[in-house]
């Protein structure tokens, strides 16, 4: 898998929610996806940002254009260095919230790409990767 | 972060809300405030809200708009959200967040109709 082009955008205010969600939308209608796939992605980034936020502390999302056997796709990996999730299976779980999230983020967005993955150590943070292929 | 302002219109016993720039949350709060405000004020009895122009709703957006109509209702309002974008109906649901109790139309006309029903209901 190729990574063709890459950009970084900080998750500190919640503007920022907003941002990724625009910058998302910018990337994936440059892969040339189709609607329902552009807004499910959008939609899973503006969540998993969210909780970068509000569980994370803020942190970071790496938009990646992807290639793999002649598709493109798009990556996002959100990184933040909050308190970590020490329960991911129960995290995943529709309606379980910590704060004041409404307990849909990660296995609303999880249902919404192609691809999910979640790395997390109590104390250190978490890692979400999502991606998307055209 | 400052909220933006979304504007209420009344005509007649309704409320009308055009969502015509992106919702970032607190935006979405304020809007709830304003229009819970507006309701218990003019005593309104229905809400139409166009969302035709939003091409992104998720689960924070969702759940307000679902609390929004669940508070108009306790004051007498009931609340029609008109225009949902095909894309944004099928990420709702596959989000798990179905906009539970809140009634919808297609288009404008549609609303309409069913806000005239509802606001000269008896």
Redesign the interface.
Known sequence: MLVAESETIPIQ???D??LV??HC?EWTMRIGFG??E???L??AA??LA?NALLHGGGGECLMERIEANGRNGLRLTFIDRGAGITDIDQALT?GWSTGS??G??L??AK??VNEFHIESQPQQGTRVIIAQWK | MTANRIPIMQVGASLLVSIQIELDDQTALQLQDDLTQRVSESGARGILLDVSSVWMIDSFIGRTISDTAAMARLLGAETVVVGVKPEVAITLVELGVPLRGVRTALNMDCAMELLESITSGS
């Open positions: 205010v919640e503007s929610i907003v969600r625009r939308r609607l329902v552009q807004t499910k959008i939609t503006s969540e969210r529709d999230g409404m849909f983020g296995g609303g249902r919404l």
